[in-house]
């Protein structure tokens, strides 16, 4: 597998004299003509790698690729949780932009509708357009072997009634029902079969979803053997997919990355939601590291008079007076409000009935166990060491280079962060 590993250094150091495109392509056709010509680019999500789990020394062929190319402990958007940057990650906003404001939402013009992470309604997805969508209406085929919102018909509107047709929708041309039953080494290998298919129907942009770390982390907090393990096990599936490649003979761009990060918490860490707010004044809607409500009708002055007063370890707001930093609030999702609790502390409905140790994200985006992991290597990186953090919306500005398509409009990011590691045009 090392071996493997190297030959694939060695392609891409060959590929190195390979220069982001030019001028803007005049058409589709013209992209996609020299999108056949250029290395793919091929978007990695480890879900929940926090930056510093790179230095356990578990993980070599992610070590390798950091090395002959470039790392950064990316800071996600906040809040710092997976949908909305996944989200964030494939559109270049930040989620009170996008709309994926949380991992369970509602929205006022759906009154009694909840956002989940299994929604695939356009409706709420809608707001802002995924790379994928970007890069084929461009003429670059597109194919995504899982990553949030990938399996939804962009774009389009859901029939209200039985079978929920979804109508002038826009999905990756190739695309899989995410279930974490699916292997890591069969994700990469449907990858490589997409990258071996002859140029007219090869894929130039892909993305690939890892949940194992992820999973770990929050089953059994950050600092343990299990997530030790997951690392080393995802880390060898990234060898399988830089070995695959090396077989293949085709460089690609990697961009590998993490929605977040994550912060160890416990039962001994609890704020107990009942115990600050009357379940008649105030309207759950979320928990854990942040928690989010919806005053009750006719209950409004004893909610606020509730919620904002000091809290241990926790802070609440109303929604217009979230701190600016946090860049979250504007969106009708953003329920009236918002609490933050202190990092590895959690809220929860009431008292935890039983002792417990796990991990969890969703803390304040600027804690250092919210960072996210960063990795570029590929023909058009330099070999440029660490870059200092930036923010993830800053992603889907570098994945515009890469596949030659022209700079976005209205983006929260931009692709300053790599001027000086991406090969010059």
Same mark, same amino acid.
């Given at each position: 597998?090392?071996?493997?590993?190297?030959?694939?250094?060695?392609?891409?150091?060959?590929?190195?004299?390979?220069?982001?495109?030019?001028?803007?392509?005049?058409?589709?056709?013209?992209?996609?003509?020299?999108?056949?010509?250029?290395?793919?680019?091929?978007?990695?999500?480890?879900?929940?790698?926090?930056?510093?789990?790179?230095?356990?020394?578990?993980?070599?062929?992610?070590?390798?690729?950091?090395?002959?190319?470039?790392?950064?402990?990316?800071?996600?958007?906040?809040?710092?949780?997976?949908?909305?940057?996944?989200?964030?990650?494939?559109?270049?906003?930040?989620?009170?932009?996008?709309?994926?404001?949380?991992?369970?939402?509602?929205?006022?013009?759906?009154?009694?509708?909840?956002?989940?992470?299994?929604?695939?309604?356009?409706?709420?997805?809608?707001?802002?357009?995924?790379?994928?969508?970007?890069?084929?209406?461009?003429?670059?085929?597109?194919?995504?072997?899982?990553?949030?919102?990938?399996?939804?018909?962009?774009?389009?509107?859901?029939?209200?009634?039985?079978?929920?047709?979804?109508?002038?929708?826009?999905?990756?041309?190739?695309?899989?029902?995410?279930?974490?039953?699916?292997?890591?080494?069969?994700?990469?290998?449907?990858?490589?079969?997409?990258?071996?298919?002859?140029?007219?129907?090869?894929?130039?942009?892909?993305?690939?979803?890892?949940?194992?770390?992820?999973?770990?982390?929050?089953?059994?907090?950050?600092?343990?053997?299990?997530?030790?393990?997951?690392?080393?096990?995802?880390?060898?599936?990234?060898?399988?997919?830089?070995?695959?490649?090396?077989?293949?003979?085709?460089?690609?761009?990697?961009?590998?990355?993490?929605?977040?990060?994550?912060?160890?918490?416990?039962?001994?860490?609890?704020?107990?939601?009942?115990?600050?707010?009357?379940?008649?004044?105030?309207?759950?809607?979320?928990?854990?590291?942040?928690?989010?409500?919806?005053?009750?009708?006719?209950?409004?002055?004893?909610?606020?008079?509730?919620?904002?007063?000091? $809290?241990? $370890?926790?802070?609440?707001?109303?929604?217009?007076?979230?701190?600016?930093?946090?860049?979250?609030?504007?969106?009708?999702?953003?329920?009236?409000?918002?609490?933050?609790?202190?990092?590895?502390?959690?809220?929860? &409905?009431?008292?935890?009935?039983?002792?417990?140790?796990?991990?969890?994200?969703?803390?304040?985006?600027?804690?250092?166990?919210?960072?996210?992991?960063?990795?570029?290597?590929?023909?058009?990186?330099?070999?440029?060491? &660490?870059?200092?953090?930036?923010?993830?919306?800053?992603?889907?500005?570098?994945?515009?280079?890469?596949?030659?398509?022209?700079?976005?409009?209205?983006?929260?990011?931009?692709?300053?962060?790599?001027?000086?590691?991406?090969?010059?045009?």
């Amino acid at each position: 597998m090392i071996g493997r590993t190297f030959a694939l250094s060695a392609l891409l150091a060959l590929g190195a004299c390979a220069r982001p495109a030019g001028p803007p392509p005049s058409s589709p056709a013209a992209t996609a003509a020299r999108a056949a010509q250029r290395a793919p680019v091929i978007l990695v999500s480890i879900d929940g790698f926090r930056a510093d789990y790179l230095d356990r020394g578990v993980t070599p062929n992610l070590a390798r690729l950091a090395a002959g190319g470039v790392s950064a402990a990316m800071r996600p958007s906040f809040p710092s949780k997976t949908f909305p940057n996944h989200w964030t990650l494939v559109t270049g906003l930040r989620p009170d932009r996008h709309g994926i404001t949380a991992n369970n939402m509602e929205d006022p013009a759906r009154p009694g509708e909840k956002f989940t992470m299994a929604t695939e309604d356009p409706f709420w997805w809608n707001a802002a357009e995924p790379m994928w969508v970007t890069a084929q209406k461009a003429g670059i085929h597109a194919a995504a072997m899982f990553w949030p919102g990938s399996s939804v018909g962009w774009g389009g509107a859901r029939d209200a009634e039985w079978p929920n047709t979804v109508r002038n929708g826009m999905r990756p041309d190739d695309w899989q029902q995410f279930t974490q039953a699916m292997p890591g080494e069969n994700r990469v290998h449907a990858v490589i079969d997409w990258l071996r298919r002859p140029p007219a129907t090869r894929p130039g942009f892909v993305t690939l979803y890892f949940d194992t770390v992820d999973t770990a982390g929050h089953q059994y907090s950050p600092s343990s053997p299990q997530v030790t393990e997951a690392l080393a096990e995802v880390d060898r599936w990234i060898g399988d997919l830089v070995a695959g490649l090396a077989e293949l003979g085709r460089p690609a761009n990697l961009v590998i990355v993490a929605d977040h990060g994550m912060a160890a918490t416990s039962s001994d860490r609890v704020i107990a939601l009942d115990k600050i707010v009357s379940p008649d004044d105030a309207r759950l809607i979320e928990a854990g590291p942040y928690a989010s409500f919806a005053p009750v009708p006719g209950h409004e002055r004893a909610a606020e008079a509730a919620l904002l007063k000091p $809290h241990a $370890h926790l802070s609440c707001w109303r929604k217009s007076e979230i701190p600016a930093r946090f860049h979250y609030g504007h969106n009708a999702r953003v329920p009236a409000y918002f609490c933050l609790a202190e990092d590895g502390w959690l809220t929860m &409905k009431s008292a935890p009935p039983a002792a417990f140790t796990r991990g969890e994200h969703g803390y304040d985006n600027d804690q250092a166990d919210m960072r996210a992991l960063f990795i570029a290597n590929g023909p058009a990186f330099a070999r440029g060491g &660490k870059l200092p953090t930036f923010d993830n919306v800053d992603v889907a500005p570098l994945l515009r280079d890469l596949l030659g398509l022209p700079a976005g409009q209205g983006l929260d990011g931009s692709d300053a962060p790599f001027q000086e590691v991406l090969h010059k045009k």
